[in-house]
C-alpha cells in the first residue's frame, strides 16, 4: 500500500513538472533578453523549481520519516498518506490555477509584444517616409537654389548697371542737396533784404490807403453838400455842380472795395448816403449803368439794417430813383409790364418810407403816372390822383395855400387827370383838366398844347391858338435844351407837332431834323434801351415808336 502511494505521489509530482515543462516549451522565445515581462516570468518560474526542489526533499524526508515510523504505528501512515495524498491533490489543483494564470499572463504578454512591435514598425515607417520626404525637398531646394544661382549670374551684369545707374542718381541727388543747402544759405543772407523790402511794402500800403483813405474823405465832403437837394433841384445843376458830381463819381471809381469795406464797417450810413447821392448824379448825366450800381449799393446797405429816421427820406430816394430807372429805361429781353411792375414796387417802398413826411407828394404822384401806362391798373392810378389833389386842394384853400412847389406838384396832378380822360377819349373832361393845369403852372406849355390835342377840328380856331401858344411858351422856356435826353425828345415831339398843326414848315423841319439826330444819337446805356412818355399816345414807348408815332401823326 505504502509504495502505491508513493507511486501517485511521484506521478502528480511528475505531472505538474510535465506541465510547467510543457509551459515552458509552450512560450515564444524572447527577441530580446532584456524584456522586463519575461525576466519576471523567469524568476517566477525559478522560484516554482525551487519550491517543487524543497518540496521534493521534504517528501523524500517524510517518506523516510514515515518508513521509519511505519514500523512505529500503522495506523499512523494512513493518515500520512491520506494528508500527503491530500496536499498532492491541492497541490496539483494549485499547479493547474497557477499554470492557466501563467498561461493567461503568456497570452497577454505575446498580445502587448504584438501591438509593441506594431508600433515600432509603424513609426519606423514613418521615419523612413519622412525621411525620404527631407531628401525629395533637400533635392528641390538644391534644385532651387541653383536656379537662383544661375539667375544671379545671368542678371549679374543688369544689377551692376542698375547699382551704377543709382550711384550716379545718388550723386545728382547729393548736388541737389548741396544746392539746396546753398540757397538757403543764400536766402539766409537776402533775409534781411526782404525784411527792408516788406518794410518798405508796409509803408507804401499804408501810404496806399490813407492816400484812399483821404480820397473817400474828400468825396464825402463835396457828394454831401447835395444831400438837401430835392428831385427838382437835381434837375437844375449848373455846370460847375455837373462838372464836380462827375469828378466824384470818377475819383469814387478808384477806390479800393477794402477802403469801402472798411467805411462801411466805420459808418454804413455815411457810406450809403455817399452812394445814394453818386446814383442820384449818375442817373441825371444819364450814365444808368453808374446809377443802378450806387443806388443798389446803398439800397442793400438800407435794406440790410435798420436806419433811423434821419436816414429815411435818402432810402425813400434810392427807391425813387430805383423805380425811375425801370420805368424809363428797358432791359433787352424783358417786356415792358414787367419794368412798370418793378417800378410800380420801387414807388410803393418809398411811399412807406415817406409816411413820416408830411406834404410829400412828387413820389406819390410818380406812382400814379407808372400805375396810368397799364390798363390794368389805371383804375388804382385814378383813385390815388384823386386823393392827391384833393389833398392839395385842400391846402390851397387853406390860409396859408400852396407854396411853389406844391402849385407846380398840383399842376402837374391836373395834367396826369387829363391824360386818363384822354386814354378812356374823353376829350371834353381831359380838355378841362388840362385847362386847370395851365391855370396853375407857370410854365404851361405842355398843359395848352395838350388842350390843343383834345379839341376837335370844329374848333379849329381854338385849337390853332392853344398850338400858337404852347409852342411859343415851348420855345421860351429851357424844355428844349435840357441835358436830360427824354426831357429834350418830349419837347421837340411837342414842337414837331405844333410846328405841323400851324403849318409852319421851316420850323417843323427844323425840330423834326433835331428830334432825328438826337434819337439817331442815343444809344443804350449798359444793355438798357430808353423809354419815353408818348404825348400821341399817353404811353411808354421805344424811341423807334416814338419816331413811328410822330411820323403817323405828321403824315395825316
Same mark, same amino acid.
Given at each position: 500500500? @505504502?509504495?502505491?502511494?508513493?507511486?501517485?505521489?511521484?506521478?502528480?509530482?511528475?505531472?505538474?513538472?510535465?506541465?510547467?515543462?510543457?509551459?515552458?516549451?509552450?512560450?515564444?522565445?524572447?527577441? *530580446?533578453?532584456?524584456?522586463?515581462?519575461?525576466?519576471?516570468?523567469?524568476?517566477?518560474?525559478?522560484?516554482?523549481?525551487?519550491?517543487?526542489?524543497?518540496?521534493?526533499?521534504?517528501?523524500?524526508?517524510?517518506?523516510?520519516?514515515?518508513?521509519?515510523?511505519?514500523?512505529?504505528?500503522?495506523?499512523?501512515?494512513?493518515?500520512?498518506?491520506?494528508?500527503?495524498?491530500?496536499?498532492?491533490?491541492?497541490?496539483?489543483?494549485?499547479?493547474?490555477?497557477?499554470?492557466?494564470?501563467?498561461?493567461?499572463?503568456?497570452?497577454?504578454?505575446?498580445?502587448?509584444?504584438?501591438?509593441?512591435?506594431?508600433?515600432?514598425?509603424?513609426?519606423?515607417?514613418?521615419?523612413?517616409?519622412?525621411?525620404?520626404?527631407?531628401?525629395?525637398?533637400?533635392?528641390?531646394?538644391?534644385?532651387?537654389?541653383?536656379?537662383?544661382?544661375?539667375?544671379?549670374?545671368?542678371?549679374?551684369?543688369?544689377?551692376?548697371?542698375?547699382?551704377?545707374?543709382? %550711384?550716379?542718381?545718388?550723386? *545728382?541727388?547729393?548736388?541737389?542737396?548741396?544746392?539746396?543747402?546753398?540757397?538757403?544759405?543764400?536766402?539766409?543772407?537776402?533775409?534781411?533784404?526782404?525784411?527792408?523790402?516788406?518794410?518798405?511794402?508796409?509803408?507804401?500800403?499804408?501810404?496806399?490807403?490813407?492816400? @484812399?483813405?483821404?480820397?473817400?474823405?474828400?468825396?464825402?465832403?463835396?457828394?454831401?453838400?447835395?444831400?438837401?437837394?430835392?428831385?427838382?433841384?437835381?434837375?437844375?445843376?449848373?455846370?460847375?455842380?455837373?462838372?464836380?458830381?462827375?469828378?466824384?463819381?470818377?475819383? @469814387?471809381?478808384? %477806390?479800393?472795395?477794402?477802403?469801402?469795406?472798411?467805411?462801411?464797417?466805420a459808418d454804413a450810413m455815411n457810406l450809403a448816403r455817399v452812394n445814394q447821392l453818386l446814383g442820384v448824379s449818375a442817373y441825371y448825366a444819364n450814365d444808368i449803368d453808374a446809377a443802378m450800381k450806387y443806388l443798389k449799393t446803398a439800397y442793400n446797405i438800407y435794406s440790410a439794417s435798420k436806419p433811423p429816421i434821419e436816414e429815411r427820406y435818402p432810402y425813400a430816394f434810392c427807391c425813387h430813383f430805383l423805380g425811375l430807372i425801370e420805368?424809363?429805361?428797358?432791359?433787352?429781353?424783358?417786356?415792358?409790364?414787367?419794368?412798370?411792375?418793378?417800378?410800380?414796387?420801387?414807388?410803393?417802398?418809398?411811399?412807406?418810407?415817406?409816411?413820416?413826411?408830411?406834404?410829400?407828394?412828387?413820389?406819390?404822384?410818380?406812382?400814379?403816372?407808372?400805375?396810368?401806362?397799364?390798363?390794368?391798373?389805371?383804375?388804382?392810378?385814378?383813385?390815388?390822383? /384823386?386823393?392827391?389833389?384833393?389833398?392839395?386842394?385842400?391846402?390851397?384853400?387853406?390860409?396859408?395855400?400852396?407854396?411853389?412847389?406844391?402849385?407846380?406838384?398840383?399842376?402837374?396832378?391836373?395834367?396826369?387827370?387829363?391824360?386818363?380822360?384822354?386814354?378812356? /377819349?374823353?376829350?371834353?373832361?381831359?380838355?378841362?383838366?388840362?385847362?386847370?393845369?395851365?391855370?396853375?403852372?407857370?410854365?404851361?406849355?405842355?398843359?395848352?398844347?395838350?388842350?390843343?390835342?383834345?379839341?376837335?377840328?370844329?374848333?379849329?380856331?381854338?385849337?390853332?391858338?392853344?398850338?400858337?401858344?404852347?409852342?411859343? *411858351?415851348?420855345?421860351?422856356?429851357?424844355?428844349?435844351?435840357?441835358?436830360?435826353?427824354?426831357?429834350?425828345?418830349?419837347?421837340?415831339?411837342?414842337?414837331?407837332?405844333?410846328?405841323?398843326?400851324?403849318?409852319?414848315?421851316?420850323?417843323?423841319?427844323?425840330?423834326?431834323?433835331?428830334?432825328?439826330?438826337?434819337?439817331?444819337?442815343?444809344?443804350?446805356?449798359?444793355?438798357?434801351?430808353?423809354?419815353? @412818355?408818348?404825348?400821341?399816345?399817353? /404811353?411808354?414807348?421805344?424811341?423807334?415808336?416814338?419816331?413811328?408815332?410822330?411820323?403817323?401823326?405828321?403824315?395825316?
Open positions: 500500500m @505504502f509504495e502505491m502511494k508513493r507511486k501517485y505521489v511521484t506521478i502528480g509530482v511528475l505531472i505538474i513538472v510535465i506541465m510547467i515543462g510543457v509551459n515552458l516549451i509552450g512560450q515564444p522565445k524572447s527577441p *530580446a533578453q532584456n524584456d522586463p515581462v519575461i525576466q519576471s516570468r523567469n524568476i517566477a518560474i525559478d522560484s516554482l523549481k525551487q519550491q517543487i526542489e524543497k518540496l521534493n526533499q521534504r517528501i523524500n524526508s517524510e517518506m523516510a520519516l514515515s518508513e521509519k515510523r511505519l514500523e512505529v504505528a500503522t495506523i499512523s501512515s494512513d493518515q500520512a498518506f491520506t494528508m500527503i495524498y491530500t496536499f498532492g491533490a491541492v497541490g496539483s489543483f494549485l499547479g493547474g490555477v497557477f499554470l492557466v494564470i501563467t498561461w493567461v499572463r503568456a497570452q497577454r504578454a505575446r498580445e502587448d509584444y504584438r501591438h509593441e512591435r506594431e508600433f515600432y514598425e509603424a513609426r519606423i515607417m514613418e521615419y523612413a517616409r519622412r525621411q525620404e520626404e527631407t531628401h525629395i525637398r533637400a533635392a528641390q531646394f538644391d534644385k532651387q537654389q541653383l536656379a537662383l544661382g544661375d539667375t544671379i549670374v545671368s542678371k549679374s551684369s543688369d544689377m551692376l548697371s542698375k547699382q551704377i545707374d543709382s %550711384i550716379g542718381k545718388l550723386g *545728382a541727388v547729393i548736388g541737389l542737396v548741396q544746392q539746396t543747402f546753398k540757397m538757403q544759405l543764400e536766402r539766409e543772407k537776402s533775409q534781411k533784404v526782404l525784411q527792408l523790402q516788406l518794410n518798405t511794402m508796409d509803408d507804401m500800403i499804408s501810404t496806399f490807403k490813407n492816400h @484812399f483813405m483821404r480820397q473817400y474823405d474828400q468825396i464825402n465832403n463835396i457828394i454831401l453838400t447835395f444831400k438837401d437837394h430835392s428831385r427838382l433841384e437835381w434837375t437844375h445843376l449848373s455846370m460847375y455842380e455837373q462838372t464836380i458830381t462827375a469828378r466824384a463819381r470818377m475819383s @469814387f471809381e478808384t %477806390i479800393p472795395e477794402f477802403i469801402l469795406e472798411e467805411k462801411k464797417n420805368k424809363n429805361w428797358l432791359q433787352p429781353n424783358r417786356k415792358l409790364e414787367l419794368h412798370i411792375s418793378d417800378a410800380k414796387k420801387h414807388f410803393e417802398e418809398a411811399n412807406k418810407l415817406l409816411d413820416f413826411k408830411k406834404g410829400e407828394i412828387l413820389t406819390p404822384l410818380t406812382l400814379v403816372e407808372v400805375l396810368s401806362y397799364s390798363e390794368n391798373t389805371r383804375p388804382e392810378a385814378l383813385q390815388r390822383l /384823386n386823393n392827391i389833389i384833393n389833398q392839395l386842394e385842400k391846402i390851397k384853400s387853406s390860409k396859408n395855400g400852396l407854396d411853389s412847389n406844391q402849385k407846380l406838384l398840383l399842376g402837374r396832378a391836373y395834367l396826369f387827370r387829363g391824360n386818363l380822360e384822354y386814354l378812356e /377819349n374823353k376829350f371834353e373832361q381831359s380838355y378841362e383838366w388840362y385847362q386847370r393845369s395851365a391855370n396853375e403852372l407857370e410854365h404851361k406849355h405842355y398843359a395848352l398844347l395838350s388842350m390843343a390835342l383834345s379839341l376837335s377840328d370844329d374848333k379849329s380856331d381854338e385849337r390853332m391858338q392853344c398850338f400858337q401858344n404852347g409852342l411859343e *411858351a415851348l420855345e421860351l422856356s429851357d424844355a428844349l435844351r435840357k441835358s436830360e435826353d427824354s426831357v429834350r425828345v418830349i419837347a421837340l415831339v411837342w414842337a414837331v407837332v405844333a410846328a405841323h398843326e400851324l403849318k409852319d414848315d421851316a420850323r417843323r423841319r427844323r425840330y423834326l431834323k433835331e428830334f432825328s439826330d438826337t434819337i439817331m444819337n442815343m444809344r443804350s446805356v449798359g444793355n438798357r434801351k430808353p423809354l419815353f @412818355f408818348c404825348p400821341l399816345t399817353k /404811353n411808354l414807348v421805344t424811341k423807334e415808336q416814338l419816331n413811328q408815332n410822330l411820323i403817323k401823326m405828321i403824315n395825316k
